[in-house]
């Protein structure tokens, strides 16, 4: 009996900060719910999704990074980059679906290129995607040094469109609860991030390289292409992101998006994923966006607090939560511990245990 | 044991760690004297010296300052990616206590609300400590330095917003004004650069602590093992890099005459980071380091932000040249170029 709990504990463990995400989620939803009236209309909620979807699609890019052990500082200058060049290429009257294909492959070779210095040139992913992030601020002010407004129908739809909720909108006044298309781009995104993290070759890799690299490479993975794909991908979402931004602001600027690459690695970590690598869940992330757009609308609602607490209770909720995972993970460390004194453990586990901490 | 037999081994390692930022320097300050003959004209102002290099050394002392403590960090196998925030902090913390009241700011050049060594003590202090939180963090709470040290650098500006209400405080007191806008000869700022490198180099060649931080950069665990108590000599770095970082906010809102908590530092820690690495300090591994080879890897790094400007490239551009040089920077200095280097040259040697 005390064995099945402990294997039920253990199995579980590496759902509780998942479950202390969401938990927080909706404490701090409801919190809100509670004290202001203003946060029970549903639309407040589905604002949660339209306020940023740059922010959640950059941050599942993201994750697959920090899941392979990496980090990418980038995101930022790319997607403000996206923007600028989005803005300067439709003033040149680019057909816009051409833009947007162009962005997206341009964020995947920026994606690639910086792979490829962390991959094979072993080059730190802490310092290449650093350098990606200033050449690609700068590039943004080799093109324009002031904003460049866009002008283009297809953008206008994008922004502007109004998905009615069934059931809390009225189809024929078009009054009610939406959500913008961008979200629906968001959540397919999600979706597919999902469905690649969980359910094929390349999301297993990720996390076993995540887990340890080398062990990874002697288990004969691909560990070099997968690295390079998870960076370019991270390059498609930041160019995906970019255009999101640019439909929401209608304009492009060199200066937007400033610090992103610290949020979404806040979201990140918040959502529960490892920083270490290996462990997390896409899904995590969602709810990690989800709790800054809450932090970001109490402090709307309150009225009194400078926004300037947002970076603060995103800097100690995100210290919080690797508090929370350094706790489980030395509590794991001890139990690998015991288990090798009892016996009952085969050595490589023992060892394994105490490598990934 | 070995000392007899390691001293030339030693000497050359130094002279080759000095060579490479020695040698970029040198290309860059060529490069200025080709397109500028007259870029190292240097004029005397009441006894006072002007001209770029003077510039280059002026605006590089905050890199300088953010450096010497950057090197102690890195060598100890970590990295403190908050001193821009760190800098923020102290430059607010130093202009309220100067002109506390943000209605009405007194604009007389002689008046302070506290006196200058306390301002100047307790901007250090509030510093120091954020330094400490940092280690606390990387030492005590077992956390990678690049996460923990990201924490109080998204939290840092938010903080030292706070500190001054969101005002962008003036510093009208002119003897506040003197550490970054002074000069005795040659800029102040670079006496207190030169003051505090002074007290790191005697820190750590003058006593245990150097070996010490290399030892725990090359092995924390063996550096345990052997008695040393690695936990307090990674905090007194990240301490000691706090420090450096609330220096360098005094003399930056000196010279600017603001409290900026938006602008002040911003980038920073990027400059500091690269300026060590290009003075050799292995970033991730840690272990042996330089300081004066950090020192110039900073000079190297406002040379080419001020070659840059005198060319006409537009301030927020530079990032993009900035970004290449650290590309090639890295490039030259990995195992894979050296090593493919030294492929293609042997055949001609042999």
Known sequence: MADWLGARLSRNRRFIPLAATITLFCLAYGYGAVVYEGMRDPQVFLNLFRASPFLLISAIGMTFVILSGGIDLSVGGVVALTTVATAALLRGGTDPWLVIVLMLLMGMAIGATMGAFITFLKVQPFIATLAGLWVARGLCFWISDDAIPIRNRLWEILGQTKILIPGLADPTTKQGEFVSIMVVVELLVLAVAVFVAHYTRFGRTVYAIGGNELSARLMGLRVNRTKMLVYTMNGFCSALAGIALSVDVSSGHGLYAMGLELTVIGAVVIGGTLLTGGVGYVIGTLFGVLIIGVIQTLIQFNGQLSSWWTPIVVGLLTLAFIGIQSFLAALKTRQSAVQRRVGHARPTDAGAGEEAT | ?350
């Open chain 2, 1 to 350: 044991m070995a000392r007899a037999s390691a001293a030339p081994t030693v000497r050359r390692v130094t002279e080759s760690r000095l060579f490479f930022p020695l040698v970029v320097l040198a290309v860059i300050l060529l490069f200025n004297l080709v397109y500028d003959a007259g870029f190292f004209a240097l004029d005397t102002i009441d006894g006072h010296l002007y001209g770029n290099v003077i510039d280059i050394l002026r605006d590089g002392s905050t890199v300088m300052l953010l450096a010497i403590g950057m090197t102690l960090v890195i060598a100890t196998g970590g990295v403190d990616l908050s001193v821009g925030a760190v800098m923020a902090i102290s430059a607010s913390v130093a202009a309220l206590l100067i002109n506390p009241d943000l209605q009405s700011l007194s604009n007389d050049p002689n008046v302070t609300a506290t006196p200058l060594p306390v301002v100047l003590i307790a901007t250090l202090v509030v510093a120091t400590v954020c330094g400490l939180w940092n280690g606390a963090l990387v030492a005590y709470g077992g956390i990678q330095p690049m996460v923990a040290t990201l924490i109080l650098m998204i939290a840092g500006r938010g903080i030292a917003q706070l500190i001054t209400n969101g005002v962008r405080i003036q510093i009208f007191y002119e003897p506040y004004a003197f550490l970054g806008n002074g000069w005795i000869i040659l800029p102040f700022s670079l006496f207190i650069v030169a003051a505090v490198f002074v007290v790191a180099w005697l820190m750590t060649r003058r006593t245990a602590l150097g070996m010490f931080i290399e030892s725990v950069g090359i092995n924390s665990r063996s550096s345990f093992f052997s008695g040393i108590n690695e936990r307090r000599v990674k905090l007194v770095a990240y301490m000691f890099c706090g420090f450096c970082a609330g220096m360098a906010g005094l003399v930056a809102s000196s010279s600017i005459r603001t409290s900026d908590a938006n602008n002040i530092g911003l980038n920073f820690e990027l400059d500091a980071i690269l300026a060590v690495v290009i003075g050799g300090t292995a970033l991730g591994a840690g272990g042996r380091f330089s300081l004066f080879a950090s020192i110039i890897g900073a000079i190297v790094m406002q040379a080419i932000t001020t070659s840059m400007y005198a060319i006409g490239v537009p301030a927020h551009a530079l990032l993009a040249v900035k970004g290449v040089v650290v590309v090639l920077v890295i490039l030259l200095l990995s195992v894979q170029v050296r090593e493919f280097v030294r492929r293609v040259a042997a055949p001609k040697a042999a």
